[in-house]
């Protein structure tokens, strides 16, 4: 079977049946929307049974309508412009109350990261960073807040972090100009794909750094250049990129990360509780009566 499952569709177009026919048409003209359709609403958009649909999946190869679904959302997740998205989004909520609907949507990601995520894959990646001599994050875009996050606290840990900033793309390089092979790049990318987190981990890795990449999916462009990657679903609710799940992973990253290096963790956290105390850092919660 061709890769791209659009190919397929039309290299087999001859052998559909009138019904099949309806819908790789809707597929080939809308596969955007296509993308996120149940089969039964597929089905009744182009006026044919949901059995239709399924068939329709396992004739161009698919073990099931899931996993066609999942090719089609694969090859374009990264390819949906902003006003793509808030259709696809749009279309997919529709008269649904709205709140209920992302909040669900998003225990739904967190629930299939979890199921999803190799153990092996992750145990690599914090070793990997605690051996590592230096420590670069690197997250554009709406990814900048994760990487934002996963620095901050990487910083309480560790001597040597670098949150490299992605104003410019020259400016990232100036930033990653000393990563070397005793250093570790953590990449962070989600759909659409920032080009200069990936190009920011070639460089990496062509100096022989370790490379991280945490994003959504084996298909993700930063999986080829990374030695270790974790996944976490992501999903878009209207143009806004739902990173519940990224962040809950990442948040597991630093948490075993932490217990490892426990006694250095300790110390810095009795060291930053008495400045904060001095300092006034935080505000007293005023007690109920």
């Known amino acids: 079977m061709p890769r791209d499952?659009?190919?397929?569709?039309?290299?087999?177009?001859?052998?559909?049946?009138?019904?099949q026919?309806?819908?790789?048409?809707?597929?080939?003209?809308?596969?955007?929307?296509?993308?996120?359709?149940?089969?039964?609403?597929?089905?009744?958009?182009?006026?044919v049974s949901e059995s239709t649909v399924v068939r329709f999946a396992a004739e161009l190869g698919y073990d099931g309508y899931p996993s066609m679904q999942k090719a089609l959302q694969e090859m374009i997740r990264g390819k949906l412009t902003s006003i793509q998205r808030m259709e696809v989004a749009n279309d997919r909520i529709g008269d649904q109350d709205v709140l209920s609907t992302v909040l669900q949507a998003d225990m739904e990601k967190i629930r299939l990261t979890l199921e999803e995520t190799d153990r092996e894959d992750f145990d690599q990646a914090v070793d990997a960073i605690l051996s590592a001599r230096r420590i670069y994050i690197v997250g554009a875009r709406s990814a900048a807040a994760l990487a934002e996050f996963l620095g901050f606290?990487?910083?309480?840990?560790?001597?040597?972090v670098v949150l490299v900033q992605t104003t410019s793309v020259s400016g990232t390089f100036e930033q990653m100009l000393r990563v070397g092979e005793k250093d570790v790049v953590i990449g962070i990318s989600f759909?659409?794909?920032?080009?200069?987190?990936?190009?920011?981990?070639?460089?990496?890795?062509?100096?022989?750094?370790?490379?991280?990449?945490?994003?959504?999916?084996?298909?993700?462009p930063l999986t080829g250049t990374a030695s270790v990657t974790l996944t976490a679903k992501s999903d878009m609710a209207s143009f806004v990129d739902s990173?519940?799940?990224?962040?809950?992973?990442?948040?597991?990253?630093?948490?075993?990360?932490?217990?490892?290096?426990?006694?250095?963790?300790?110390?810095?956290?009795?060291?930053?509780?008495?400045?904060?105390s001095d300092y006034g850092v935080y505000e007293q919660a005023e007690e109920e009566n």
């Open 21 to 47: 026919r309806l819908i790789a048409r809707f597929i080939l003209d809308f596969y955007d929307k296509a993308a996120f359709m149940t089969a039964s609403r597929l089905g009744k958009t182009v006026n």
């Open 153 to 160: 606290y990487f910083r309480l840990i560790f001597d040597e």
């Open 191 to 220: 759909p659409r794909y920032s080009s200069q987190t990936v190009q920011a981990m070639r460089f990496a890795r062509d100096r022989g750094a370790r490379v991280l990449a945490i994003t959504d999916s084996a298909a993700s």
């Open 243 to 276: 990173l519940v799940a990224p962040l809950s992973l990442i948040n597991a990253l630093i948490v075993a990360v932490g217990r490892r290096k426990k006694t250095d963790v300790s110390r810095t956290f009795s060291t930053l509780e008495r400045i904060w």
């Open 5 to 19: 499952i659009l190919t397929a569709i039309q290299n087999q177009m001859p052998s559909f049946s009138k019904g």
